[in-house]
């Protein structure tokens, strides 16, 4: 009932710039929160930042001051800006989305089908 769409990843090299994008459609009544979690091989999937309806934001020690997450609430779509990215930051990058249903107001949980961000020389 509820599809998230994501865009953006790719290749790029020590240093650069990624933009991710995702974008929610469905039954959807409202949305809560919008993150983005990571997982690189072998590795637990963790979260990266996340953004309230009212734009309160929550980021890890790993991505501060080089991570940005924002949203547009018209448009369901949430975005991470990546500068300064770094080998580490290597890893499938997933949405997760959570809200309310139309039908009956039940709350979602949804992820989306995740894009591969991989910085190398």
């Known amino acids: 009932q509820v599809q998230l769409v994501e865009s953006g990843g790719g290749l790029v090299q020590p240093g650069g710039s990624l933009r991710l994008s995702c974008a929610a459609s469905?039954?959807?009544?409202?949305?809560?929160?919008m993150g983005w979690y990571r997982q690189a091989p072998g590795k637990q999937r963790e979260l990266v930042a996340a953004i309230t309806s009212g734009g309160t934001t929550t980021d890890t020690d790993s991505t501060k001051g080089r991570f940005t997450i924002s949203r547009d609430n018209a448009k369901n779509t949430v975005y991470l800006q990546m500068n300064s990215l770094k080998p580490e930051d290597t890893a499938v990058y997933y949405c997760?989305?959570?809200?309310?249903?139309?039908?009956?107001?039940?709350?979602?949980?949804?992820w989306g089908q995740g894009t591969q961000v991989t910085v190398s020389s």
């Open positions: 997760n989305v959570q809200g309310a249903l139309v039908v009956g107001g039940r709350t979602f949980s949804s």
């Open positions: 469905g039954s959807i009544l409202s949305i809560y929160v």
